[in-house]
C-alpha cells in the first residue's frame, strides 16, 4: 500500500473512532442527567498509528489482505471509570447496544497481563457509512480505572522510552507499582460501599421519620391526644440516640396505636 492508500484504508477506522467517541460521551451525559451518576468518567480514541499497525501484523504474521480481521485495534476507544464496578456495568451497557456487535472480551482485569496490565478490552464490530455505503470495521474498547489507566499510561511510555527493553529492576518495580494501583482499586470499592451503605440507611431513617410523625397525626386526627403527645416525646427523645432500629419499634407501636383508634372510631 503506497501512503494514499494508507489514507483512504484508515479513513472508515477514523470516522468510527469520531463518531464512538460521541455515542459514548453522550451516554455519559445522558446517565448523568437520568442518574446522578455514570460510569464513564472520560472517553479518549485514537487510530493506530501506520508504523503500530505494521509491527503488529509482522509480530502477529497477519498478511496485508487480513488486515481487517487479524488487527483488531485499528480503531481504538478507551473508557475510564471510577470504580472497577463500574466496567462490568458499562460492559453490560455496550453489550445490550443495537448499533455494535460484541464479537468477544479480553478480560485482563480478572486475568492480568504478566507486565500487570489490567483492563477489560471489548471487541466489536461496527457499521460505518462511507460514501461506498456501509462498511463493518473491528474497533477495540477498553475499560480501565483510573488507577489502571494512570499505570498503563506510565508503563506504556516508559516501554516506548526503552524500546521494550526495559530493565529488570525496573520492570520489577513495575509490577509492584500495578499492585498498589490494585489496591487502591480495592479501597476504593470498599469506601464506595460503605458510602452507600450509609446513603441506604439514611434513605430508610428519613423515610421511617415521616411515617412516624404523619402516624402521630392521625392519631390527633382520632382525638387520642395524650397517646400521641407520648409519642412525640418518645420521637424526642429518639432522635438524639439515631438508631433505625429504635425508630421501627415506635413506628410498629404508633400503627398498633391506630388501628386500636380505629376500631373504636365510629
Ligand atoms: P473537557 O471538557 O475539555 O474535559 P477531540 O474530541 O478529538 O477534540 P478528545 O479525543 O476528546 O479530543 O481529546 P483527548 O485528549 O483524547 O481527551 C479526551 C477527554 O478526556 C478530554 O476531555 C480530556 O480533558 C479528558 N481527559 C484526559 N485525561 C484526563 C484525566 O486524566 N482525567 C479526566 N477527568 N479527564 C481527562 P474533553 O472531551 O475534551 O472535554
Ligand atoms: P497503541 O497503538 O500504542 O495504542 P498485543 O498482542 O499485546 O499487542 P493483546 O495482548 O492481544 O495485544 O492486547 P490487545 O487487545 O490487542 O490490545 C493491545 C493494547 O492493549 C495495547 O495497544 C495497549 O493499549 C494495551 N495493552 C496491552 N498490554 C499492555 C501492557 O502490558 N501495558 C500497557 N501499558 N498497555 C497494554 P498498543 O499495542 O500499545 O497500541
Known amino acids: 500500500m ?43 480514541g485514537r487510530v493506530k498509528r501506520i508504523s503500530s499497525i505494521i509491527e503488529k501484523m509482522k509480530r502477529l504474521n497477519v498478511p496485508m489482505e487480513n488486515i481487517e480481521t487479524g488487527i483488531e485495534d485499528i480503531a481504538g476507544i ?16 455496550i453489550r445490550a447496544r443495537e448499533d455494535m456487535t460484541v464479537k468477544y472480551v479480553k478480560d485482563y482485569v480478572t486475568n492480568k497481563k504478566p507486565s500487570g496490565y489490567r483492563s477489560y478490552h471489548i471487541i466489536v464490530e461496527y457499521p ?5 455505503g456501509m462498511k463493518r470495521v473491528l474497533a477495540e474498547i477498553q475499560l480501565r480505572t483510573l488507577a489502571m489507566n494512570f499505570w498503563a499510561t506510565i508503563e506504556h511510555s516508559l516501554n516506548y522510552k526503552y524500546r521494550e527493553k526495559l530493565p529488570e529492576q525496573v520492570v520489577e518495580r513495575l509490577s509492584r507499582a500495578a499492585e498498589a494501583a ?16 450509609a446513603q441506604k440507611l439514611f434513605e430508610d431513617k ?20 395524650r397517646e ?39
Open 2 to 44: 503506497d501512503g494514499r492508500d494508507w489514507k483512504l484504508f484508515l479513513q472508515p477506522y477514523e470516522q468510527t473512532v469520531e463518531e464512538l467517541k460521541v455515542k459514548f460521551k453522550t451516554l455519559r451525559a445522558e446517565l448523568k442527567n437520568r442518574e446522578e451518576y455514570s460510569p464513564i468518567e472520560f472517553v479518549t
Open 78 to 93: 478507551r473508557i475510564m471509570c471510577q470504580f472497577v464496578e463500574d466496567i462490568e456495568a458499562l460492559a453490560e451497557l
Open 128 to 132: 460505518v457509512q462511507t460514501a461506498l
Open 182 to 197: 490494585y489496591l487502591l482499586d480495592r479501597e476504593m470499592s470498599s469506601i464506595r460501599d460503605e458510602i452507600m451503605e
Open 206 to 225: 428519613s423515610r421511617i421519620v415521616s411515617q412516624v410523625l404523619s402516624g402521630i397525626q392521625r392519631l390527633y386526627y382520632f382525638h387520642r391526644v
Open 228 to 266: 400521641a403527645a407520648q409519642f412525640q416525646m418518645r420521637f424526642n427523645e429518639l432522635w438524639d440516640i439515631d438508631d433505625v432500629w429504635h425508630f421501627k419499634e415506635l413506628l410498629h407501636d404508633i400503627e398498633e396505636a391506630i388501628r386500636r383508634a380505629a376500631a373504636k372510631s365510629p
